[in-house]
C-alpha cells in the first residue's frame, strides 16, 4: 500500500510539473500576430465591419470594371450599331465613305474602309463567313480574344476563303472545306477592313466598298432558298454612339453578358468576383440601394484609375518603342494575348480597351510585308501632354515602311473617338494629295487653327482646350520599321 502511495504522489508531482510550466510560459508570452493585428482577438465593431464590407463591394466592382472592360467595350459597339442598322447575321454595316468622327468608336480607323458585325452562334448555330480576299481583319469572341486572323496573316493568306465559326457547346460532326474555329463565347465579333486605292483626288473607296461587299455571312445547316439575304447599310455621315456605357447600365450589360454565354467562358475565379457584387449567371441582379451607389463610384472612379496608368506610364519602360522618342506600344511589348512573361498584363489590357478595340496577331507580331503597326504618343518632343489648343508639326521621313499605306491620325485621350471639329476626318493617309518636300519626307501640322505655313492638305484639326493623341499607322510594316532605321519624328511645338 506504502509503495503504492509513493508512485501516486511522484507520478501527481511529474504531472503538476509538466502542465505548471508550459502555462505559465504561456501567461508570460504574446498572443499571436493576427490577434494581436485584429481588436486583440474580439469582434469588430459593427460599424467597421459594415464599412469593411462596403469598401471590398467597391474594390471588387473596381476590379470587376477593369476585367471586363474589353467585353463591354464590343457590347458597347454591338448595342450602338444594331440600334442603328438593325440586327442579324445578315446585316454588315459598311462605313462606305470611311468613318468620321461623328461615329463615337474607340480609335476608329478613317484611312479604311470598316465592315463590322455582331454574331450570335446561340441563336444561329454554326455559321459560315465567306470572306472576300485581301481583307484585313479578324473574328474575336466577346472577350475580343482572337479566334483567328482573316487576310494575309490568316489562313486563307488573302486568297479569301469559308469561314466555319463553331458555338462553344457545339459536338456535331465537322465538315470539311471550311477553315474552321470554336469561339468560346456565343458571340463573336467580326471586323474586315478592306483598302481603299487612290484616285484622281485622294482616297477612293469605291474599289474597297465593292470588295467588301462579297461577304456572305448564313448559318452552316440551311438551305439556300431559307437564308437570309446580306444587308449591307452605309454607315458613313450618321451620328451613332458606339462606346461602352458610363453609369450603372455598365452592370446590367454585364449581367445580360454573363446569363447569355456558357460558363466556360468566364474562368471561375473571375465568376467569383462577378459573384461578389452580384452578378451570378441565372440568378437576379438586385444591388441594394448602396450597393448601386457604390457601382457608380466604381464606374465612375475606374476609368479614371486606366487613365492614370496611362498618363504616369510604365515603370519598367516596354510601353516606348524608341529610346529617343516618346511614341509608345500600346500593346506595352505583350502579345496580342496580353501576355507578358510571366503573367497577363491586366493593367496594359484595360488602359488598351479604354480607347481601342480588337487585338489580333496581326497587330502585334512583327511580320514582314504584312500585319500593321500603331506607334502612338501622347506627348511632343519636349514631353509634355499634346494640347489641342497648341499647334505642332510631325515631320515623317522619306519612304514610311508601309507596303499598303500610311496614315496619321488625332484622337480624344480619354476614349479614343476621333475630336470632332468642321474638319470631320483627323486623319491623313498615303491616299491625300500630300504635299511632300524635295528629299520625299512629310510635314503634317496640327492645331485648331491651321498654321500659315501649312499647306490644307497636310493638316489636322484639333480642338481647343482639349488633349489629344496622335497615331502612326503603317500597313504592311517593313523591315525598316523594327530595325528602326526609319522613325516618325516626335511633334514639335510651333508658333
Known sequence: MLKWRLHTAVASVIAATAFSVPLAHAQEGKAPPLVEQINKGKWLEQAEAEALLEELYYQRAIQAYMTMLPALNVIGMRDGS???FGAGYNVLPIWKDRMDSRAWVPTPNADVIYSMNYLDLKETGPLVIAAPPNVIGMFTDFFQRTITDVGAIGPDRAGGGLY?????DYDGEVPKGYFTFKSPTYNVFLFFRTIMTKG??????????????RTRIYPLFASEKDVKPMEFPNGSGKRINMMYPVDNAYWTKLKEFVD????????????????SIGIVKGKPFEPSQKQQELL????????????ALRQTGRPDGR???YTDRQYENVWGGATAE???DSYIDVNQRATYFQVAYSSAPAMVMRTIDAGSKYPTTLR???????????????HLPANPPAKLFWAVTAYDITDGTMPETPQLLPSINAFNSVKMNDDGSIDLWFGPSKPADAPDTNFIQTVEGRNFLATVRLYGTGTEFYDQTWKPDDLVKVK
Open 82 to 84: 444594331e440600334a442603328t
Open 164 to 168: 466555319l465559326l463553331l458555338p462553344p
Open 200 to 213: 484622281a483626288n485622294g482616297p477612293d473607296p469605291a474599289p474597297a466598298v465593292a470588295l467588301a461587299e
Open 260 to 275: 447569355h454565354e456558357p460558363v466556360a467562358a468566364i474562368d471561375p475565379e473571375l465568376r467569383g468576383v462577378l459573384a
Open 296 to 307: 457608380k463610384k466604381a464606374v465612375e472612379t475606374a476609368p479614371k484609375m486606366i487613365m
Open 319 to 321: 510601353n516606348k518603342y
Open 338 to 340: 496580353w501576355l507578358q
Open 380 to 394: 511632343d518632343a519636349d514631353g509634355d501632354f499634346l494640347d489641342g489648343s497648341k499647334a505642332y508639326k510631325l
